[in-house]
């Protein structure tokens, strides 16, 4: 494998990909179990918790909007980038802002969005669920692995 090949390979390497998406999974997991179980002792885990799923996906938002798509050719995997940067990132964005604004007003009192609350979570979870199979079908690819056989030096989030 060329270095030049190795070097956009590196670019589209997102190292911990799959944990952030666990990350994901399991903080809303405990933010929805906290509002089934009205557990108004726990707001502070609740905006903890969302801070960091925040914080997060601006991490690995920013991570994707730096890949350049125009650089690859047919030896990597545009397609499942393209809908990672210009579906799922940007969606997923937009429903944490939406879940976040709804529990800083369940926080501050208004008890009766919960079922908009828990809905919200089924809809980011959904996206956290396509973002892991996109991840999964980027694995696929048999280049990817004989970049990693080069034993690169990755780019974490």
Excluded at 23 to 38: G, M, P, R, V
Aim: charge should be positive; proline fraction near 2%.
């Amino acid at each position: 494998m060329e270095q030049q090949e190795i070097n956009l390979w590196r670019m589209v390497d997102v190292g911990g990909y799959s944990a952030m998406g666990t990350f994901f999974a399991f903080a809303l997991e405990s933010i929805k179990t906290n509002i089934e179980d009205d557990n108004n002792d726990n707001t502070n885990n609740i905006q903890e918790q969302m801070d960091k799923i925040n914080s997060s996906y601006e991490k690995i938002s920013k991570r994707f909007q730096k890949i350049n798509l125009n650089l690859l050719d047919k030896r990597f995997p545009v397609d499942t980038l393209r809908k990672l940067k210009g579906q799922v990132f940007p969606e997923m964005g937009k429903k944490y802002k939406e879940l976040d604004t709804l529990l800083k007003h369940y926080i501050s009192g208004a008890v009766y969005l919960k079922i908009r609350i828990l809905n919200k979570i089924k809809e980011c979870k959904e996206l956290v669920k396509q973002m892991g199979d996109l991840g999964i079908e980027f694995s696929k690819n048999e280049r990817y692995w004989e970049y990693r056989k080069t034993n690169p030096e990755r780019i974490y989030l």
